[in-house]
């Protein structure tokens, strides 16, 4: 007649439940046995009996294992299983709530601050324990006005992207850009020229400017640059002189600042290379 496997549980219990009543027994006869000499004193006959009951209840439990280690595994792997399963069916939702920690534990914003998160920018708007809400940004490193469409960012994307809070330029930002001259005009004396034209237009906001540096200094300890506008001379990869312009202005100026020292910058040089009419008329012969 072959083995039923089914039967296991119950050859289990009943080894159990031997193994109970034998040790019960043997306790039994060992505490008896330990009152009945009497050349022992009443506290090492308590000791006695204290350790004789640890090591029978030590006793039962390694053979209940032994005897329950199959059932045991068995168990254990089909909590492992459930484990794993319901790790893998919830795993963005474990991220987005770690996020959420990371971003509660570490402070990196809050609602209205300007932040950008991998390849999203925008202002928060609303954060839960699971997404982010931005108003969107334009594109572009420097602008800063809303399209209009908002990003709803998992929380998941904080633990894998840097996050940049631009709070403390909300008010005013470095706004580069660059002017490529072509044909390349003459050199003597045009880092004078571009330096009076973007002084000029930038003299409006230069207080205001120092102003908000020294503030963001102290309220973020770090240490910016020079507020004052930065004019350098560099070259393209195709010869071509450019004008590279850096201003520490309202961002809400950036743009028409850059469009008002372009079209003057732009102007001077066209003047500039136009030639002198005076320089261009045939000279009076002396013989006449």
Known sequence: MPFDPALLPQFDLLASFLLLLLLWIAR????????????????????????????????????????????????????????????????????????AVLRAT????????????????????????????????????????????????????LLTAPVRNQSALRDLTYHRFVVTLDPTPRIGGAHALVSDIVGRHYAPFRDEAARANAAIERRTHSDLPDPAPLVRFRTSELGKLRVEVTLFCPANAAERLESEITLELLSAIEADREPDPMSSSSPVSEAD
Request: hydrophobic share 50%; aromatic share 6%; charged share 15%.
């Open 28 to 99: 039994k006869i060992v505490v008896r046995s330990i009152r009945a000499r009497t050349e022992l004193a009443p506290q090492d006959q308590r000791r006695l009996i204290t350790s004789a009951r640890n090591v029978f209840l030590l006793l039962l439990l390694i053979g209940l294992v032994m005897i329950w280690a199959p059932q045991l595994r068995t168990f254990a792997l089909s909590l492992t299983a459930v484990a794993v399963a319901i790790v893998v069916a919830t795993k963005e939702l474990i991220l987005c709530l770690s996020g």
């Open 106 to 157: 570490t402070r990196a914003f809050a609602v209205g601050d300007w932040i950008e998160v991998g390849e999203n920018r925008g202002e928060v708007t609303d954060h839960t324990v699971l997404a982010t809400t931005l108003q969107e940004f334009g594109a572009g490193p420097n602008a800063y006005v809303p399209t209009g469409r908002t990003i709803v960012v998992p929380n998941s994307l």
